[in-house]
């Protein structure tokens, strides 16, 4: 015998159905960016303010450099395309994780944090890059440019920070933040310095391959 309800045929109804999620809601924001409430962290307000106020700017920047490296992990080019294309990945991987632990830090505080992009990209100082793709010693300056443009406004916020007792932000800043984008920095300007990788600046190559063979097997020259 058939089942008749795997037999019906499926209609779309408009008599009430509980199982229905009530969809297309709207209502006015329940917080203003800008503003904030009292949380017990036994911190001042004042710091609070500040604190949120500087972790925004940070934030801005860190999302702005996170997405910098995502751009310089696909469009980068050239000899060094497999080592870069993976170390800016594991760099914008680190950068990703900041920005959630920035971002979270300015909710705890009881502040908004800053999200979309058009309001990213008006808080940030971080100069915007092209749309277009650009040379390996480019992308890397405008990466190391924007890691120094993060440092000295870092310093600055994790003293200020410090000063009002803030220590969660200080450590957040100086522990998470400046290290690892001085990791980042080092590891990124590395690679532009100007050295060949076939031959020492101050060998005696002088580019012809018989001579350095002949040379090596009459004399050993000290390095120093
Ligand atoms: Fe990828």
């Given at each position: 015998?058939?089942?008749q309800?795997?037999?019906?045929n499926?209609?779309?109804t408009?008599?009430?159905i509980?199982a229905?999620p009530?969809?297309?809601?709207?209502?006015k924001?329940i917080?203003?960016y800008?503003?904030?409430f009292k949380?017990p962290?036994?911190?001042?307000?004042?710091v609070?303010?500040q604190?949120?106020?500087?972790l925004?700017r940070?934030l801005?920047?860190t999302i702005?450099?996170r997405?910098?490296y995502?751009k310089?992990?696909?469009?980068?080019?050239?000899?060094?395309?497999?080592?870069?294309?993976?170390?800016?990945?594991?760099?914008?991987?680190?950068?990703?994780?900041l920005?959630?632990?920035?971002a979270e830090r300015?909710?705890?505080?009881?502040?908004?944090?800053v999200a979309?992009?058009?309001?990213?990209?008006?808080l940030?100082?971080?100069?915007?890059?092209?749309?277009?793709?650009?040379?390996?010693?480019?992308q890397?300056s405008?990466l190391?440019d924007a890691?120094e443009?993060i440092?000295?406004f870092?310093?600055?916020a994790?003293r200020?920070?410090?000063?009002?007792?803030?220590?969660?932000?200080?450590d957040l800043?100086?522990?998470?933040?400046?290290?690892t984008?001085?990791?980042?920095?080092?590891?990124?300007?590395e690679h532009?310095?100007a050295l060949?990788p076939?031959a020492?600046d101050s060998?005696d190559?002088?580019?012809?391959?018989?001579?350095v063979s002949?040379e090596?097997?009459?004399?050993t020259k000290?390095?120093?």
């Open positions: 015998m058939k089942d309800n795997t037999t019906t499926t209609k779309t408009k008599e009430a509980s229905q009530v969809m297309h809601q709207t209502s924001e917080q203003k800008g503003t904030r949380v962290l036994g911190l001042e307000d004042s609070c303010e604190s949120i106020t500087n925004n940070i801005a920047d702005t450099l997405d910098l995502k310089s992990h696909w469009q980068t080019s050239g000899a060094t395309f497999y080592q870069l294309h993976l170390l800016f990945d594991k760099h914008y991987t680190e950068q990703a994780g920005v959630d632990m920035i300015i909710q705890l505080l009881g502040g908004i944090s979309m992009a058009k309001d990213v990209a008006e940030s100082k971080i100069p915007a890059a092209p749309s277009g793709r650009e040379e390996v010693p480019v890397i405008r190391v890691h443009t440092f000295k870092v310093r600055k994790a200020q920070a410090s000063e009002g007792d803030d220590e969660g932000t200080n800043l100086v522990s998470n933040v400046i290290r984008n001085e990791l980042q920095t080092w590891f990124v300007s532009l310095v060949s076939i020492a060998s190559f002088d580019g012809s391959f018989s001579k002949s090596t097997k009459t004399e000290p390095r120093h």
